[in-house]
């Protein structure tokens, strides 16, 4: 199964920003990279797919990076709303395994 | 407007085996695949498994190997995940979600049906 290992586990940041998180993978995974926000009690929400495409709907400050084994969500601008659990996943093979989890909280 | 709608909660007790339904509805049955995925409470998303509503195959995490099976049923547009052996470490949210593809990125997701295992 690939790995995926996101970092850091936890963070706290102020609205406005700028935050980014890793997420790496065991082997390469080409761009079958996909991000999710996930909030207390809710369903994860599709942020990014294929690394780097914004879903329809998100807003632009979201954006993804990365191809191979190393990837990255930013937020530009750190909204109130934006403060969930990002976690990212692979679809190059199954098992399409989850990162652990990236907690955005309030500083 | 594309909806995935999962019932409601269900307590089982250690051994007893659980079977989840998930219904997507506003799109063709045959132009998406379903993906089950857990998250034990607290915990991160875990993903268990997939389905092609069209064709019926699957594929499940080695994880769930011998104890999960997702079926569907095509006059109902209703896919099922059913869990056997349950034991307590079981106790989790389990989401239907829905992606385009098999390798796309997950879109539409259910609310989510909590199955407590319990003595």
């Known amino acids: 199964d690939i790995q995926m290992t996101q970092s850091p586990s936890s963070l706290s940041a102020s609205v406005g920003d700028r935050v980014t998180i890793t997420c790496r993978a065991s082997q390469s995974i080409s761009r079958y990279l996909n991000w999710y926000q996930q909030t207390p009690g809710k369903a994860p929400k599709l942020l990014i797919h294929?690394?780097?495409s914004l879903q329809s709907g998100v807003p632009s400050s979201f954006s993804g990076s990365g191809s191979g084994t190393d990837f990255a969500l930013t937020i530009s601008s750190l909204q109130p709303e934006d403060f969930a659990t990002y976690y990212c996943q692979q679809s190059y093979s199954m098992p399409y395994t989850f990162g652990q989890g990236t907690k955005v909280e309030i500083k | 407007q594309v909806q995935v709608v999962q019932s409601g909660a269900e307590v089982k007790k250690p051994g007893a085996s659980v079977k989840v339904p998930c219904k997507a509805s506003g799109d063709t049955f045959s132009s998406y695949y379903l993906h089950w995925v857990r998250q034990v409470p607290g915990q991160g998303l875990e993903w268990m498994g997939i389905?092609?509503?069209?064709?019926?195959?699957?594929s499940y995490a080695q994880k769930f190997q011998g104890r999960v099976t997702m079926t569907r049923d095509t006059s109902t547009s209703t896919v099922y995940m059913e869990l056997s052996s349950l034991r307590s470490e079981d106790t989790a949210v389990y989401y239907c979600?829905?992606?385009?593809?098999?390798?796309?990125?997950?879109?539409?997701w259910g609310q989510g049906t909590l199955v407590t295992v319990s003595s």
């Open positions: 294929a690394a780097s």
């Open positions: 389905i092609n509503p069209t064709t019926g195959s699957t």
């Open positions: 979600a829905r992606a385009r593809g098999a390798a796309d990125g997950i879109d539409y």
